[in-house]
């Protein structure tokens, strides 16, 4: 089946430092994939919908300049949280479909726990 | 814009019991719902999915069904297990947005 990869699954970095977390779909394309972020206790939130050799599309409310998305190819987009304060913390996860499947679903990485201190 | 509930929002069983798990959403226009189970710290890991067309799947001791004209549907976990402790999500996918909007979940817990 389709299996999507993330990494890291988690870290820790110091307040004002970038963190890059990386999707790669493992065994298909993914022309489109889509970051969210899950707070404790709470649903996952899309933040963005990466394109593949384009910009992202960016939710109301998501800053584009903090949460940079990079898609360059048909198996990777990447998210870098630049400057992450205390706030940034979350679990942040990625998904994607498999489209040569048709209607198969959404497959989602492991996430990341991200803990800026 | 669509919004998508879960009910209960946490359920605690003993093993063995039959349970069901409820999500509505409020805007019926959908391609399929799909059910995902995640565990404390994961991701999401694929239960069921549901096409518009079809009313129910079956997974082994889970089945899900859906009434699209009323924006329902359930997850039927039969004779539950302490493995099956985790928290179960519902989303749809709406037609064209290539979205997924997602209830908060109910975490269930199954006591030995």
């Known amino acids: 089946g389709a299996v999507v990869s993330q990494h890291p699954s988690w870290v820790i970095c110091k307040s004002g430092t970038s963190v890059k977390i990386e999707c790669r779909s493992l065994d298909f394309q993914a022309t489109t994939m889509f970051w969210y972020r899950q707070f404790p206790k709470q649903s996952l939130m899309l933040m963005a919908t990466?394109?593949?050799?384009?910009?992202?599309?960016?939710e109301q409310g998501v800053e584009k300049d903090k949460f940079l998305i990079n898609h360059a190819s048909l198996t990777l987009s990447t998210l870098t949280v630049t400057s992450a304060h205390p706030e940034d913390s979350s679990f942040y996860i990625c998904?994607?479909?498999?489209?040569?499947?048709?209607?198969?679903?959404?497959?989602f990485g492991s996430g990341t726990r991200l803990t800026v201190v | 814009k669509q919004e998508v509930t879960q009910i209960p929002a946490a359920l605690s069983v003993p093993e063995g019991e039959n349970l069901v798990l409820n999500c509505s959403f409020t805007?019926?226009?959908?391609?399929?719902l799909q059910w995902f189970r995640q565990d404390p710290g994961k991701g999401l890991t694929s239960l069921l999915l549901i096409q518009s067309s079809q009313r129910e799947q079956t997974s082994g001791r889970l089945n899900a069904s859906l009434d699209k004209s009323s924006g329902r549907s359930t997850l039927y976990i039969a004779a539950s297990q302490p493995g099956d402790s985790a928290t179960y999500l519902c989303?749809?996918?709406?037609?064209?947005?290539?979205?997924?909007?997602f209830g908060k979940g109910t975490k269930l817990t199954v006591n030995p």
């Open positions: 990466s394109n593949e050799g384009s910009k992202a599309t960016y």
């Open positions: 989303a749809v996918f709406q037609g064209g947005s290539e979205k997924l909007v």
């Open positions: 998904s994607a479909r498999d489209l040569s499947r048709g209607l198969s679903g959404y497959t």
């Open positions: 805007d019926s226009a959908i391609y399929n």
